[in-house]
């Protein structure tokens, strides 16, 4: 029985809100549960440095935890000084998904930031924000295609991620707080809206996970990123 | 006229909404206009280090912007690895403006971080801020009354702030953003219930003011702060 | 009585030592009492990237205390790795005040940095800041018009600052250490030459204030700033 | 056809040699054909200060690359101020993957840090790292049990890595730099010595990857780090 | 012909002004010609971490440079957000000369810190601060004993600098910044009252020198070194 | 007696391995005993900013400590965030040192970056590096000469470091750790092949040294350096 009383394989309630950021070229108020994360696009007319003169773009992302939104106060990493290394290694994860579907020759010498922050943290922050994100930077590609600033095969296919993880010896679909502190093991999946995997990051925290788990895993991402990606395109019209 | 076309002495729709945080001991979204802030209180049992044995507790305040609140994303202060000067001075005027409707010595050996985190920016975050985070800090100490941490008097009076300025030569209340960069005069006031000053902070931007356009910005300042502070009883019911 | 034995109205004693500095373009050294800055000009020829193309100019100002300048040696902000918020706050404040008395479209693409550092503190250090750092400005403003490099009407006129504050009730000009660390209430105002409020900010350490005190203690600033002014004019000659 | 020429499911020679650091408590400088990672285990007597009081001890890993360990010298993070988001990723993951294989509890309260320094970069430097890594954590609980500061069974397992990919559509095992900078799918497995599964790492750099093909890559890690970890158990005697 | 007429053996005009700090336990504010450096001595009542519960107590040094101390305009460290190894080099060179002649023993488990802040620099600002920071140490240690706080035997010696070097192929005393700048070797010599060496840096800026040119460098130092302990005997009186 | 049982004027066992990098330009392992020293030079096609249009290169030197190539683990200096003063003393010096025998005319606008990481300390780390980083120079200059990238004058000379100390009351070469920890006096020597004096920094650690002393320090430097020099003849061919 899961905390949360849910199905093995039942997703929390989720919702993805558009076009709530006034600035924003693109924005996005994820929902998976209790967890909250407020996703933004902005475009730089620009690409980096390193992309200068080569007629491609770069879509990056970057992520933060307000203080409060966790259960104990976290010092804020402005005020540290640095990004921590979960902090780095969410966002580095986010771009990439989020690059896996953008046609970045397509896009041109121009940079998109999205920006993930998590209002409140409930568990799963990371699959929300590529899951959000990907809303956020699909609006801000539909903004740029409005202005003639980018044809319309930018996007190559849609993309969500979700976690999985064996919790008392049994596969569970989005694990919230209350499962993701004791699974024995945690996954996080991304794919793609034709069913390809983007990437899987699995890590067993008690006892090491075998072939079978995986597959079994594996099975419940892909059902659940399905759900994830028809909500994507309801709310995408 | 105002480029919003709101009368001299009108302040934007103000909403105060509490209790809208899972984790955190007090909260409050407030927004001012399109300037929304989310407000959360965070206790510690135990007070900063410089009074441990004096009896005394303290509040104090932290503040963030998102990085695409405004109108030109802003980069993000942990990537920096510094927060702003204007950061630093908005988290101070926060906190002693807070401070200075709190009994320390009721609070006893405690802290309390308020935590101010711009969603949304249209002018008058700071102000924005010590109104909402009043909220918060009042939830935070009724929650801490209930379990009998503190006494009843822990809060002397309420505390809100607004700002003011002179605008194409005429004293204006409660600058958005597009008033806050043309005004020749930018002010801010912080009062309390009961009419006392906490905190005046005023800036000639363009040409100096005199006396006499002080005393009008203080008239505009008090009738706003005393609608502000009617709207913080009424939340708090 | 005040701690000094100076009557309420009484700045302390003020000097202003003019060229004082072999490699700057302008210095001063200001001592207010016990309060000694050295405030040096630097000329730069280029104006910060923003203003590349505007042809306008830039005052700024930087602020620093030697680490033995207080009762108690403070942490050298270089080996801490970064200027602490109050430190900010200053060099923001004698900035802007600076800046209010020139203009920056005659000055053209340059810029001056007015560096103040504290030799040794006794209250009031950016009061004395400011109305030091306007004779260091004012002779490097002078130095460039002997070398052509900007027309006459660069300064528009004087700036000068002083501190007030409500001590043991009664208000009181140029608060000193012993003085400010008990103060009510503590305020620093910037005006003019010509008598333009520049900047106000007064906070309530204790009670909070009311306007008959607000205007008292802009009446004992004024006289002060007026005398502060005349003796800038004595040493410009 | 591998630039390498090697077999699909080649590992690159490999060689641990141990002991060859005259200070550490453990040592093992590993290489992975070009690829050549100096490991130390260093014993702290006292954990973390979060794990103080609880009995349990703890096993953590930090990364480093030489400047010119690469094609192209990269700046020496000292120098930068900060450790990059790959380096945090890589050292995280060589930490989560050795404590798998430790019993906390049985180890006590103490704390082994495992530096793996990159002396040279072909490819796969974390797995090597996790490797190596394995090596100077066994010497040094070796030395400790000689020492009477553990019993027995701290080690639980041995655990391997080896980095799989699609390279040219085909499977390939232990990636050099020259297939890893033009593989479509780049996976790295971190495996224990009875066949479970410590964590996947697996990431579409172009095209999505399907099932199958992460069966496939599965079944290549598991032989490959199968053969390293009888290297590792002839090398440990 | 030196640039500024001085005899090859001849020290710049130097004065030790003794007690011009008002807070510190020591000052002095040391000037060789027209390098200018304030030294203040504070106490701390407890030693650095590594050497309580051992007896013994430290003396170390902190060095900066105004930023406009120099003929261009330098970044204030604290800005720049670290010191430079310039800066650490010398302040390690200043706090192991003053050690050099104190017994830490008899300090007991006190620090003392020495502040050196170049307030104008025109070559040698080590030298000066060993040789002011000296008089600095002393003031406060006679502060200590009029309060009993150490026993009469806590300085050794004296302790003095002064820089010498090949200035257009002879060897010259003292050299200020326009001889500095040009001289084919400059080094700087450390010695005690009875002649003892504490510190020899010596560097070849242009062609390497010979064992012939350093004894003539060193007796050159000597010589400087000897009337720089003079003027220290005659302020301490 | 020598802990090493070695005679006064012997050199550890020295060994300077040429190309073992597979990526640098030139490099060396040097050991001087247990002390090894990695050294690679990388050459960069444009000069620092300061030299551009000047025709001039630069050669500059970077050194690092792995965190457990000392007795006691130090903190990696990537994590601590910056460079240690001693860190930033020694690389000056070594950069300095390499450049007294390079022509940076003839080098033209490019820059050699001399990377000194030690990868095992027993004393002597630096002078370890000046050698073997002549050796990494001297690779990365005839790989350039072999693409007539400079000519045929750009090393001047040979030039080698030792370290000689007043061990127990009598001077001796080539000090190693136990020796240099208890040594009066400690120096270090940088001379040419030529025989002359690039370098010298001697401080006396407990007692002042005097002049006789220097002199036989001096003696004992120029025949270990003298050897040195014959290595690094012998092993360039």
Chains 1, 2, 3, 4, 5, 6 share one sequence.
């Not at 930031?113 to 409140?120: A, E, G, K, P, Y």
């Not at 409005?146 to 969500?160: E, N």
């Amino acid at each position: 029985m899961r905390p949360s009383k849910r199905a093995p394989d039942a997703l929390r309630v989720v919702s993805l809100e558009r076009g709530i950021a006034k600035h924003a070229e693109g924005s996005c108020l994820v929902k998976f549960g209790d967890t909250h994360v407020l996703c933004t696009a902005s475009l730089e007319e620009k690409p980096p440095s390193w992309l200068r003169g080569t007629g491609k773009g770069w879509v990056t992302a970057e992520y933060g935890m307000l203080p409060r939104s966790t259960g104990e106060r976290m010092r804020r990493e402005s005020s540290a000084g640095k990004q921590s290394g979960r902090t780095l290694e969410i966002q580095r994860l986010i771009g990439r998904s989020l690059r896996a579907v953008v046609d970045l020759v397509h896009l041109g010498e121009k940079q998109i930031t999205i920006d993930c922050d998590v209002l409140q943290a409930d568990g799963g922050t990371r699959t929300a924000s590529v899951t959000g994100g990907f809303i956020a930077l699909h609006e801000c590609l539909t903004w740029m295609k409005s202005r003639d600033m980018v044809g319309p095969k930018v996007i190559r296919d849609h993309v969500a991620a979700v976690s999985v993880g064996i919790y008392r010896g049994k596969p569970v679909l989005d694990l919230d707080y209350a499962e993701d502190s004791e699974a024995e093991t945690d996954a996080n999946f991304v794919m793609t809206g034709s069913g390809g995997i983007v990437e899987i990051q699995g890590t067993a925290e008690g006892k090491p996970f075998d072939e079978a788990e995986l597959t079994a895993m594996l099975a419940l991402a892909r059902q659940g990123i399905g759900e994830l990606i028809e909500m994507q395109r309801a709310v995408l019209g």
